[in-house]
């Protein structure tokens, strides 16, 4: 099984400012034959199922705004909030479809304003 | 619009069965995969398996075989999640989720089923 390892568990960010996320899997998420990542992020606010962000690592999903990023190839990515916004509050996790059964997840980065 | 709505909360004892629905509106049912993700009380999400509704065949996470099936009604385009012998680390929150065939990510999510076990 891939082990989805995302850094850190938790973070507090200003609003305005930059917050980073951290997602490592144990083995590489590119398919050489198509040069794709599979990798996808999720945000999930309290009480609500998760809403897709991102996929193929850097997709971003309609509707989602710009100021969510995601990058990284192999086995290293991160998603990137540009300007946080109060909204932004929420679980986010990464999410491998490379190799299944089984598809797996990271433990979950919560997000808070400082 | 998409939509994948989902029964309602259950509370079972111990022992017995649990069987969850996911009824898909807004596009060609067959055209998709269904997963099942739960989420435990305070936890992460953690991946049951998948159902191809077009011809009913199903891929389960190793440590649920043999307790967890999924099946389709292609009439209603409902699909169904049953867990046998419950115990009290299956109370959580169950969320059925639609994927593409080729791309197994999850674009559209049910609301999700509280499925409490308590004696």
């Known amino acids: 099984d891939i082990v989805m390892t995302q850094s850190p568990d938790s973070l507090a960010v200003s609003l305005g400012e930059r917050a980073t996320i951290n997602c490592k899997s144990s083995q590489s998420l590119l398919y050489s034959s198509n040069n794709k990542n599979y990798l996808a992020w999720y945000q999930q606010r309290p009480g609500q199922p998760p809403k897709l962000l991102i996929y193929w690592a850097s997709t971003r999903e309609s509707g989602v705004p710009d100021r969510f990023t995601g990058s990284g190839s192999g086995t290293d990515f991160t998603l990137t909030i540009s300007s946080l916004q109060p909204e932004d509050v929420a679980v986010y996790y990464c999410q491998q479809y490379h190799s299944h059964p089984p598809i797996t997840f990271g433990q979950g980065t919560r997000l808070e304003i400082k | 619009q998409v939509q994948l709505v989902q029964s309602g909360a259950e509370v079972k004892k111990p022992g017995a069965s649990v069987k969850v629905s996911c009824k898909a509106s807004?596009?060609?049912?067959?055209?998709?995969?269904i997963h099942w993700v739960r989420q435990a009380p305070g936890q992460g999400l953690e991946w049951m398996g998948l159902?191809?509704?077009?011809?009913?065949?199903?891929s389960y996470v190793k440590k649920l075989q043999g307790r967890v099936a999924m099946t389709r009604d292609t009439s209603t385009s409902t699909v169904y999640m049953e867990l046998s012998s419950l115990t009290s680390e299956d109370t959580a929150v169950y969320y059925c989720?639609?994927?593409?065939?080729?791309?197994?990510?999850?674009?559209?999510w049910g609301q999700g089923t509280l499925v409490t076990v308590s004696s």
């Open positions: 807004g596009d060609t049912f067959t055209s998709y995969y």
């Open positions: 159902i191809n509704p077009s011809v009913g065949s199903a």
């Open positions: 989720a639609r994927g593409l065939k080729f791309s197994l990510y999850f674009d559209y």
